[in-house]
């Protein structure tokens, strides 16, 4: 390759990542064209993006990035594959999902989620397990409205029990 053509592929590498908060690296290797088919047609349906790339043209991309990924730097060995998506556990939930089927792979590297590098095989649960930004605030508005219909349903339920009372008094 020649050396326009490397850093047009680098600075394309870097606006990818740009684009997308959670980067997980995936082993892929040992996978056939027909997993590989279904892993990519898994990853379409998540809208999570899937890209092999060059350990070394994914440095360079992470060195000009305005993000500290040097966490990530030890794990580009081997074959590497890129998982992106903007929400922080997709790519995890997926591979989980994708292990279940074949245990062995695709195996995790490494992820940057949130500003934070996860290393290892052994985070996968506890990346699947990380709520997405949307996951929360739908847990803070569902906080904030239970008093509400807490106080709702009371007045709701005395006014049906004072209703029944005044019936009731005015059949006798």
């Known amino acids: 390759m020649r050396k326009e053509d490397k850093t047009l592929v680098i600075e394309k590498i870097a606006n990818t ?5 959670a980067i997980y690296l995936v082993q892929t290797t040992g996978l056939n064209a027909e997993k590989t088919s279904e892993l990519r047609r898994a990853c379409f349906g998540k809208d ?5 790339v060059k350990n070394t043209l994914l440095k360079k991309a ?4 305005d993000v500290d990924y040097s966490g990530l730097y030890p794990v580009l060995k081997g074959s590497t594959s890129l998982m992106l998506s903007n929400t922080g556990n997709a790519p995890a939930k997926l591979l989980k999902d ?15 989620v949130e500003e934070c590098v996860y290393v290892g095989p ?10 997405s930004k949307n996951e929360l605030i739908g847990d803070v508005i569902a906080l904030l409205q239970s008093p509400a219909k807490n106080v709702i349903s009371a007045l709701q339920s005395s006014g049906q029990t004072i209703h029944g009372i005044l ?3 005015s059949n006798k």
């Open 122 to 131: 052994e985070q996968l649960n506890t990346l699947a397990s990380i709520k």
């Open 98 to 112: 994708f292990c279940k089927k074949d245990e062995t792979l695709p195996a995790l590297k490494a992820a940057f």
């Open 17 to 21: 990542l740009k684009e997308y908060s």
């Open 62 to 65: 992470m060195d000009a990035s």
């Open 48 to 52: 999570v993006k899937l890209l092999v």
């Open 167 to 169: 019936e009731t008094l």
